[in-house]
């Protein structure tokens, strides 16, 4: 028989996380003994509060316990990290929060009551939306650079709406105006519902946007999506080129969306944790129904998840400190 090299790496690789599991299990014993509380940084509806349903349903599946949601929005997602910062590091209370919340928010203030990359530690990366350049169907252009020469054509004439100042949505869209070396206003909303309204309308010329909230319209017309800004197409949107397929290299925005646990969290807890949670993304059904959205599975170890957070942390401090925007 013919040595089969990577059969003994993937049967090693199983070795090793049965390993991590089973020691996080005999370490923690009796984990969970009680519900376990689900932190979302974000009101009712909206992509981090489905993924934190989602996540809930699936661990309370995987752990044999019960795990429930508790929405707490406001300021950002700091108010849900302060919460979960200094909750009782026990595993019995996580956080569920957009990417944003964590890299992005400490550039923005001068100040906070918490320090996102040492109060917390990262659990798992749940998933990831990409960023969508989205333009009313009724624009005249049929691609990205037809888009960059009309507004190059017509400078500090066009608009780009934005769910608010320092959000994922204005951020981008800035990101992109520069590297696309364009002059375009800035019109923030009070949430990404009024920019798509008045986006449809055509009252604004651009928005940068996870599929999710546009995903009715792009079907039905009313908006067309001229590239994706990841690595490579959505699944759910085949047909639409990637930022670098569509002549703007470099242009890449991905929203991911992750489970974080209180600093001093036992590794025990947390590595287990990550475990069930890669079971649950794992799982086809729950699979198909987040790429269907427009949502990316990504998952992968607790250091694969830290090392992300820091790089991301240092690469949007860049481009807030290029944009200029504080929100206090």
């Known amino acids: 028989m013919k040595d089969d090299p990577i059969g003994s790496i993937r049967l090693a690789a199983l070795f090793a996380g049965a390993l991590i599991v089973g020691t996080a299990l005999a370490q923690s014993p009796g984990y969970p003994a009680r519900p376990i509380r689900l ?18 349903e ?26 979960v910062a200094k909750s009782a590091p026990d595993g019995y209370t996580l956080l569920l929060v957009a990417g944003g919340n964590v890299v992005i928010t400490p550039f923005l203030y001068g100040s906070l009551p918490f320090d996102p990359l040492r109060d917390i530690v990262p659990v798992f990366n749940v998933a990831g939306a990409p960023q969508l350049l989205v333009v009313p169907g009724a ?19 066009m608009n780009y709406a934005s769910a608010g100042p320092g959000s994922t949505t204005h951020l981008a869209a800035d990101h992109f105006a520069r590297l696309a070396g364009v002059q375009m206003v800035h019109v923030p909303y ?15 010329q651009m928005l940068s946007v996870g599929l999710s909230p546009v995903q ?22 085949p047909q639409v080129p990637t930022s670098a397929e569509a002549g703007l290299p ?9 489970i974080f646990a209180p600093k001093g969290t036992s590794p025990e807890i947390v590595h287990l944790l990550n475990a069930r949670m890669q079971a649950v993304i794992d799982e086809p059904k729950t699979k198909k129904r987040l790429l269907d959205s427009g949502i990316e599975p990504i998952g992968g170890s607790v250091q694969a998840f830290a090392e ?3 790089s991301d942390t240092r690469a949007w401090e860049r481009v807030v400190r290029a944009s200029g925007v504080k929100l206090d």
């Open 216 to 237: 009715a319209h792009l079907k039905s017309g009313a908006l067309k999506a001229l590239a994706a800004a990841s690595k490579s197409r959505l699944a759910a949107l």
């Open 190 to 204: 009070k949430g990404t519902g009024p920019a798509l309204t008045d986006l449809v309308a055509g009252r604004v």
């Open 139 to 157: 624009l005249p252009v049929n691609d990205l650079r037809e888009f960059i020469a009309l507004v190059k054509a017509h400078p500090g004439k």
């Open 58 to 83: 699936g661990l309370a599946i995987q752990l044999g316990a019960q795990v429930v949601v508790e929405n707490k929005a406001g300021a950002t997602g700091n108010l849900a990290i302060e919460h």
């Open 250 to 258: 470099g242009y890449e925005m991905t929203t991911w969306f992750g």
């Open 308 to 310: 992300l957070v820091r």
């Open 39 to 56: 932190v979302a940084g974000t009101a009712p509806g909206g992509i981090t509060d489905y993924l934190a349903r989602m996540s809930a």
